[in-house]
Each structure stands twice: as structure tokens, then as C-alpha cells.
């Protein structure tokens, strides 16, 4: 059975903890972590397991990697929603910066270092100490704007030069090389060669095949 003594206890302790959340919210700054190519996921996930076992959740609150949504055109011309990092090679810590915050994060696998100012050794050879520099309020705010509302971006994987071939319609098994490509539109324009001259044709993405 609680006593009220008990009850005033945890009280005051939650009702601490509450207000140490608090100033952690209202002192914590976003702050850019490079990260080594390709492992962005795999570093947000390691660094969210650190931050519970080191138990700093109340000094780093938390790990994003910005994106916006991609639309990739595949070669049958069907569409494959994905998404595109905003700053690929790089992970957004909001974080209440001291040396045991800092520690877990700079320890964390695959992070190279936070963006700062660099600082020399006195007298010293070499690289220096990088001092975190935490992101204006105003760029974190454009940042996640632009995660929000960008519409999705049109990726295929053909570009201007590709060699292609004709799958389907009345240029059907022709050849030709691709001279412009218009994503929005799921179009492209290749010379193809009619009649001895090299004619510009507008086509589908699915109507072509990218030769290897």
C-alpha cells in the first residue's frame, strides 16, 4: 500500500523531471552530423540505441534524417514512390550540447564528425578540435519546410546520350540516342534515324528500353 509520503515523493520527482524536460526542450539546438556515404540509417538507429542505454534522453531528443518524397519512372514505365535525402551523407541531431552528449554522438559508428568551426592546435601540427556550430533557427525551419511541402521529384534512369530501342508503337525496334529528357511529363526525345536522316521523336518511357 502507498503511503501519502510515497505519494508526495514520486510527485516531486516526477514534477522535477517534467521541469528538466522542459529546459532541455528550450535549451536544445539542431546540430549537423556528418556521417560516412550510405550509412545515415543505420547511424539514426545505433545513436537512438546510445542514447537509451547512456540514458541521455533528456539531453539528445532527436535524430532526423530530411527527405522529401521521389517518384523513380523504372523501365517498364511503372512508378516506384521512394525517397530522396535532402543532405545526403549528413544526420540532424536536436540536442542540449555538453561533453557526455557530445561523447555519444561523436562515439556512435559510422559518424565522422559534427559541422563546426575547426579549431587549431596550439602550436601543433595537424587537424584541430571541431567545435559543433548548432543550425540557425530559421535554415532548420526552411530545412523541414522543404521536407514538407517540395512535390515529389521525378527520377528515371535515362539521360541524354543513353543509346535506346523502340519496344512499342509505330518506331517499333528502331534505335537512336536520347537528346532530351522530361521526367514531369514521363516523355523523352531521341534521334532516331528515318528514311537515311536522324529525326527527333518524342516517345513514352515506356515505349523505349535503354541498351546496355
Given at each position: ?5 510515497d ?32 550509412c545515415?540509417k ?29 517518384v ?16 545526403p ?41 571541431v567545435?559543433p ?26 539521360a541524354?546520350g ?36 536522324e ?14
Amino acid at each position: 500500500m502507498t503511503s501519502a509520503t510515497d505519494e508526495e515523493h514520486n510527485s516531486i520527482v516526477h514534477s522535477e523531471e517534467t521541469q528538466e524536460h522542459t529546459a532541455a526542450e528550450h535549451e536544445a539546438r539542431w546540430y549537423a552530423v556528418q556521417v560516412a556515404s550510405g550509412c545515415e540509417k543505420r547511424v539514426k538507429t545505433n545513436l537512438e540505441q546510445r542514447i537509451q542505454s547512456f540514458d541521455v534522453a533528456d539531453k539528445i531528443l532527436q535524430v532526423e534524417i530530411p527527405h522529401t518524397p521521389a517518384v523513380k519512372i523504372r523501365k517498364d514505365g511503372s512508378r516506384q514512390h521512394t525517397e530522396e535525402k535532402v543532405f545526403p551523407g549528413y544526420v540532424l541531431v536536436r540536442m542540449v550540447m555538453d561533453d557526455d552528449s557530445w561523447q555519444v554522438v561523436r562515439n556512435t559508428s559510422h559518424v565522422i564528425n559534427f559541422v563546426g568551426a575547426e579549431q587549431k592546435r596550439g602550436g601543433g601540427k595537424g587537424r584541430g578540435h571541431v567545435k559543433p556550430v548548432p543550425l540557425g533557427h530559421a535554415e532548420v525551419e526552411r530545412i523541414f519546410k522543404q521536407t514538407s511541402e517540395q512535390e515529389p521529384i521525378v527520377k528515371i534512369d535515362m539521360a541524354t546520350g543513353d543509346k535506346i530501342v523502340v519496344l512499342s508503337g509505330p518506331f517499333k525496334d528502331f534505335e537512336g540516342e536520347v537528346i532530351e529528357v522530361t521526367p514531369e511529363r514521363s516523355k523523352l526525345k531521341a534521334l532516331l534515324s528515318i528514311f537515311g536522316r536522324e529525326t527527333p521523336v518524342e516517345l513514352e518511357f515506356n515505349q523505349v528500353q535503354k541498351q546496355s
